[in-house]
């Protein structure tokens, strides 16, 4: 089953708007604590705001830490002797997935799209196919553009084929990083 995500947005989406505004409350709370020290006449109100202002902090961290488990490694990743393909759970893969097109629209709110899911194998990587992006999966653009993003994400690889298999996902197979491309060897 696909996940559905909100599509970008110019005006910020939450995973942007948050952490930022977590920081916010932290100084601010910070700063509430200091002052109440400072007018004693003011001060439980101060004190009061501020541990306010600390607990949505708190919450706004335990957004981020909900948002990047998978970047963060809390549950740990799975990873291969030769290549880190950690960069696939990340915000940024969602971002490549959006920007070359491998979404489906969502048939309830057109507001959403439905971003595949990306897993990690013992060869590679395999994305599931929904929609009618089955030959937009297996073709050379689309396999150069991933291999592209995973090279620029700091992982030395190459995307050596693509393969639909009948269980609804398409399997990439992905060698160490070579210097040569595939028409040269």
Same mark, same amino acid.
């Given at each position: $089953?696909?996940?559905?995500?909100?599509?970008?947005?110019?005006?910020?989406? =939450?995973?942007?708007?948050?952490? =930022?505004?977590?920081?916010?409350?932290?100084?601010?709370?910070?700063?509430?604590?200091?002052?109440?020290?400072?007018?004693?006449?003011?001060?439980?109100?101060?004190?009061?705001?501020?541990?306010?202002?600390?607990?949505?902090?708190?919450?706004?961290?335990?957004?981020?830490?909900?948002?990047?488990?998978?970047?963060?490694?809390?549950?740990?990743? =799975?990873? @291969?002797?030769?290549?880190?393909? @950690?960069?696939?759970?990340?915000?940024? $893969?969602?971002?490549?997935?959006?920007?070359?097109?491998?979404?489906?629209?969502? =048939?309830?709110?057109? #507001?959403?799209?439905?971003?595949?899911?990306?897993?990690?194998?013992?060869?590679?990587?395999?994305?599931?196919?929904?929609?009618?992006? #089955?030959?937009?999966?297996?073709?050379?653009?689309?396999?150069? @553009?991933?291999?592209?993003?995973?090279?620029?994400?700091?992982?030395?690889? @190459?995307?050596?084929?693509?393969?639909?298999?009948?269980?609804?996902?398409?399997?990439?197979?992905?060698?160490?990083?070579?210097?040569?491309?595939?028409?040269?060897?």
């Amino acid at each position: $089953m696909a996940v559905r995500c909100r599509k970008p947005q110019e005006g910020g989406t =939450p995973e942007k708007v948050i952490p =930022p505004l977590g920081w916010l409350f932290l100084v601010c709370g910070i700063a509430l604590w200091i002052l109440a020290f400072q007018v004693p006449w003011f001060g439980q109100y101060c004190i009061f705001f501020g541990t306010c202002s600390l607990g949505l902090a708190l919450g706004c961290l335990g957004y981020w830490v909900y948002l990047h488990a998978d970047e963060i490694r809390i549950w740990g990743i =799975p990873h @291969s002797k030769n290549v880190d393909l @950690s960069v696939i759970y990340t915000a940024k $893969m969602k971002a490549f997935l959006f920007q070359t097109n491998t979404t489906a629209p969502d =048939p309830y709110d057109p #507001r959403y799209q439905q971003l595949p899911h990306v897993r990690r194998t013992k060869d590679g990587l395999k994305i599931e196919v929904i929609g009618k992006l #089955r030959q937009w999966l297996i073709s050379d653009q689309f396999r150069d @553009s991933l291999e592209s993003f995973l090279n620029c994400q700091g992982c030395n690889v @190459s995307v050596q084929n693509a393969q639909y298999h009948p269980d609804g996902w398409v399997y990439f197979t992905i060698i160490c990083g070579i210097k040569s491309d595939r028409l040269r060897f």
